[in-house]
C-alpha cells in the first residue's frame, strides 16, 4: 500500500478551503446489496449502518457509502483497509461477491467553507440546491471532465473522491472554482 498520499496533504485557502485528505482505507463491496450475508458482512466489520439508494452512513473515520445498485464504498483508516478486506471476503467466501481494496487508487478532498456547495456546483451536472442535496446523500457524477464522488459532511463542507491519476487535475478544478472574487451567489 501507498505511504503518501497523491499530492502529500495539498491545500488551498481562500474563502473556501480545498485540501487533500491524505491516505484513506477505500473499499468497494460489489454483489447483492439485497443480500442479507452481504449487508451483515459489512456492517458487522465495519460497525456502520446500510445505507439507503444515493445515501451515506458515516461514524467518526468510517463511512459506508451507496454507489450503485451492485455496489458499496466503505471508507476507514488506511491501515486498517487490508485487514477490513480480508474480514468481509470471509464472511462472504463462495457467494458472488467481490471486495477490493482500492485505497491507493483513489484520493479524498475536503471543500469547505459557506460557498463549498457553489464551488462544486460550479463544476457537476447534480442539483445541489439545500433542498435536493443535504447531509448524508452521496452523488456519483463527474467534475467537469473525471468522474467524482460527492457528498455532503456537513453544513458547509463537501467531500469529493475521485481517481488517483486525476488527483492534480480534481484539485486544480476544485481551487480555480474556489477563488476569492469567484462566488456567483446562487445558494
Request: glycine letters at 6%.
Amino acid at each position: 500500500m501507498s505511504k503518501a498520499s497523491a499530492l502529500m496533504g495539498a491545500r488551498s485557502d481562500g474563502a473556501t478551503m480545498v485540501e487533500e485528505m491524505g491516505l484513506r482505507g477505500m473499499i468497494t463491496v460489489k454483489g447483492d446489496l439485497s443480500d442479507i450475508d452481504l449487508k451483515n458482512a459489512v456492517t458487522g466489520t465495519s460497525g456502520l449502518d446500510f445505507p439507503a439508494q444515493r445515501q451515506i452512513s458515516t461514524v467518526e473515520e468510517r463511512a459506508l457509502a451507496w454507489m450503485a445498485p451492485d455496489e458499496l464504498l466503505l471508507l476507514c483508516p488506511h491501515d486498517e483497509a487490508d485487514q477490513m478486506v480480508a474480514t468481509i471476503s470471509r464472511h462472504l467466501a463462495g457467494q458472488f461477491a467481490t471486495v477490493i481494496n482500492v485505497s491507493d487508487a483513489r484520493a479524498m478532498f475536503r471543500v469547505s467553507g459557506p460557498d463549498a456547495r457553489e464551488v462544486l456546483a460550479k463544476l457537476a451536472p447534480v442539483d445541489l440546491h439545500p433542498d435536493s442535496f443535504g447531509p448524508g446523500e452521496m452523488r456519483r457524477t463527474r467534475l467537469a471532465q473525471v468522474a467524482a464522488a460527492i457528498w455532503q459532511s456537513d453544513d458547509d463542507e463537501f467531500l469529493v473522491v475521485c481517481f488517483r491519476s486525476v488527483a492534480q487535475y480534481v484539485f486544480d478544478i476544485l481551487s480555480l472554482s474556489a477563488q476569492d472574487g469567484s462566488d456567483v451567489g446562487y445558494f
